[in-house]
């Protein structure tokens, strides 16, 4: 495939994702046994390179340039009482990202990462800005706990979107992916999606998101509820419970997974937003989860159901719950020191150094 020739078509990015090279992954580990250390004494470190390496299928993996991409969009349940902070904060997040002043933008400054933003589905028009994005599907997804929160085409066209902005980073030059999100209410979305895929009741999987007290807690349970009663999504169908209860957002960072899985990018997943975009991107393709680095355990309950479900571990645990792609610009870095472990600590030979005896 030529720079620049790449599929946006779902389906067809679907059957590009193939296993991990497993022998690559042997390599690494027999590598890593013969550093000057005892074995396996570096833990995750020592996971995560081997999982980098089976991925791209080369040893001499770099994490040179890296890129979170941060997906906004906003979401017609908010009208349900279900977040503390109105839909107008949505688009001024985004000014805020374009301008460098939030969260991810420090922290992936901090990493040496570039952020990509982009409107898949803010309800209102951004003003034109050379570093945003524009995939808009609609303004804002439908009521969910009223029908469906956007038709199937809508769907297919959010995960679309999220393909082509990814194939578009890969082409500059990326060797990891951070994802991340923005869009108010949506961890309502989220937990829907997380309740009906791995078949958990809603009270489980629903937290206090941006911080709301009993009485909007209370009204995002029911809401959900009322969503999966009326909508019905069928769990094994990834475009099904996208389209009735699910987020413009949560498509595309579906698809941003999926074309990174089908370029043999890394992916580093950040929280619950992005873990519900995850399980989306799962039920689309199993093999994904080879892909995955969880980037943290966030502090939404839901988030560990997530985890547990796909079989991932987090690479950090802070507490965090801020989105964006903040904890996945973190744990980038934990990644990028694992493949320098591999690839420039001294063997025992090389070192001079006595092995373990006998």
Do not use: W
Not at 94 to 103: M, P, T
Not at 279 to 307: F, T, W
Request: with cysteine.
């Amino acid at each position: 495939m030529l720079k620049g020739d790449h599929v946006t078509n779902y389906l067809e990015t679907i059957k590009q994702i193939t296993d991990v090279d497993q022998k690559a992954m042997d390599q690494a580990q027999k590598k890593l046994d013969m550093l000057t250390k005892p074995q396996g004494s570096l833990g995750r470190l020592e996971e995560i390179s081997k999982q980098v390496v089976g991925i791209t299928g080369k040893i001499k993996t770099s994490i040179k340039n890296k890129a979170i991409i941060t997906i906004a969009g906003d979401h017609g349940v908010v009208a349900e009482k279900v977040s503390a902070f109105p839909s107008e904060v949505t688009p001024q997040m985004v000014h805020n990202f374009l301008v460098g002043g939030a969260g991810i933008n420090v922290l992936a400054r901090h990493i040496g990462a570039r952020v990509v933003i982009v409107d898949v589905g803010v309800a209102s028009d951004l003003k034109a800005h050379p570093d945003l994005i524009i995939k808009k599907v609609a303004y804002g997804t439908k009521n969910m706990s009223k029908g469906p929160a956007m038709t199937r085409q809508e769907a297919i066209r959010a995960i679309e979107a999220g393909i082509d902005v990814a194939n578009a980073e890969i082409d500059k030059g990326l060797d990891i992916l951070g994802t991340g999100d923005m869009g108010i209410g949506n961890t309502t979305p989220s937990s829907a999606i997380t309740a009906v895929i791995t078949q958990t009741d809603v009270v489980s999987v629903t937290g206090r998101g941006t911080g709301i007290d009993d009485v909007l807690l209370n009204n995002k349970i029911s809401a959900i509820k009322r969503a999966i009663e009326i909508n019905k999504p069928d769990r094994t169908n990834g475009i099904d419970v996208l389209s009735k209860i699910g987020g413009f957002e949560i498509g595309a960072i579906a698809g941003t997974i999926l074309a990174a899985a089908s370029r043999k990018i890394p992916v580093v997943v950040d929280g619950f937003i992005s873990g519900a975009g995850a399980l989306i991107a799962c039920q689309l393709q199993p093999k994904v989860k080879q892909y995955l680095i969880a980037a943290h355990n966030s502090r939404e309950q839901g988030h560990k159901i997530v985890l547990n479900y796909l079989g991932l571990k987090p690479v950090l645990d802070l507490d965090l719950r801020l989105g964006e792609g903040t904890g996945a610009a973190l744990a980038i870095s934990i990644v990028e020191a694992s493949m320098k472990i591999l690839n420039e600590m001294a063997t025992f030979e090389q070192a001079g150094v006595s092995e373990k005896s006998e």
